[in-house]
């Protein structure tokens, strides 16, 4: 199967593209953006030298799926995904943060805590915790939204507000929205077997309303847990189970790379490429509780992608 990885289109009253780490963002006017999720895969900050095929399509339908499931939470910027590798929607400004919730010690967090820290984000955290420990209530640890081959930074509230990158009101909403965000996708992941463990969000602004954008409780922006193996894992003082895109980064680490200087991405073969993306899949039908169905990509990708974007951009 082909990846997209790349995109060229000039839609009809287009007035600029970004290009992220995933994602090919297109503004059509001063109301919207065309979001394409592209099959690039992106660990520590770096893009990865191969496409994984469907990657684009899970990301997106899962994103979409969990945007309609969450909207009487918070206004998202939705309006549309007409093609499985495709949402339209609102155009916003976005914060200059990202909201990083978390319910478990694991990950960067583990990492940070094993070296000695006991402070994340502003946030202290007690002695005696353990790898993949539940808190006593989940943690919002926000980091700044680095430009595309930066890397995010951890950044306090403290810090967010008296920088002036958001107001304290504002702060405070973002705050709210994230932790009631976390608390429908935990809910949603119980159902499913699973245990969200943490998360990212990123906010906008519209007409003085604030928005949810980008993608929401995907596995490029979420880790969880298996439900039913968590608390025997933990007791013997296992490696839990994950549903992430943990397990690229791990594979990352194994052959030498973690995004420092100087290093070098293993080469990824087509029996790794072919795995990444048979373990999105398997995530997608766990994380959804539904059968994945494969893109129809008998006729041109690139084809069916621009028609089904210019017929919805018709109709707004």
């Not at 009253?13 to 290009?19: A, H, L, S």
């Not at 940070?112 to 539940?134: N, S, W």
């Not at 976390?182 to 309303?209: C, H, M, P, W």
Request: charged content about 30%; hydrophobic content about 35%; some cysteine.
């Amino acid at each position: 199967m082909k990846a997209i990885t790349r995109t060229e289109f000039d839609f009809k009253n287009q007035t600029g593209k970004y290009v992220g780490k995933v994602r090919d963002v297109y503004s059509i006017g001063n109301d919207y953006l065309v979001m394409i999720a592209t099959d690039r895969i992106s660990a520590f900050d770096v893009v990865l030298p191969k496409g994984i095929p469907f990657k684009g399509q899970v990301l997106n339908q899962i994103a979409s799926k969990f945007l309609d499931l969450t909207s009487d939470i918070v206004p998202n910027w939705k309006i549309a995904s007409p093609d499985p590798m495709v949402t339209i929607g609102h155009k916003c400004v976005g914060y200059p943060v990202e909201m990083i919730v978390r319910a478990y010690l694991t990950g960067s967090s583990w990492r940070a805590y094993k070296a000695g820290a006991r402070e994340i984000c502003g946030v202290k955290i007690p002695d005696g915790m353990k790898e993949h420990q539940a808190f006593d209530n989940p943690i919002v640890t926000p980091t700044t939204k680095a430009e595309l081959g930066a890397h995010d930074e951890d950044i306090s509230r403290e810090e967010i507000i008296s920088k002036g990158l958001v107001s304290e009101e504002e702060y405070n909403k973002l705050e709210e929205y994230s932790l009631a965000l976390f608390k429908r996708g935990s809910e949603i992941a119980s159902e499913r077997g699973l245990i969200l463990v943490d998360t990212k969000y990123e906010f906008g602004k519209k007409d003085d309303t604030i928005y949810l954008i980008d993608e929401i409780h995907t596995p490029d922006s979420s880790r969880y847990f298996y439900k039913d193996s968590y608390s025997s894992l933990f007791a013997k003082g296992e490696q839990q189970r994950q549903l992430s895109k943990e397990f690229v980064r791990e594979w990352l680490m194994e052959n030498g790379f973690s995004g420092k200087e100087g290093q070098r991405i293993p080469e990824m073969t087509d029996e790794i490429v072919d795995s990444i993306s048979e373990r999105y899949i398997e995530l997608f039908e766990h994380i959804t509780g539904s059968n994945f169905k494969k893109a129809d990509s008998s006729d041109d990708i690139y084809e069916r992608i621009e028609t089904n974007i210019n017929n919805m951009l018709a109709r707004l």
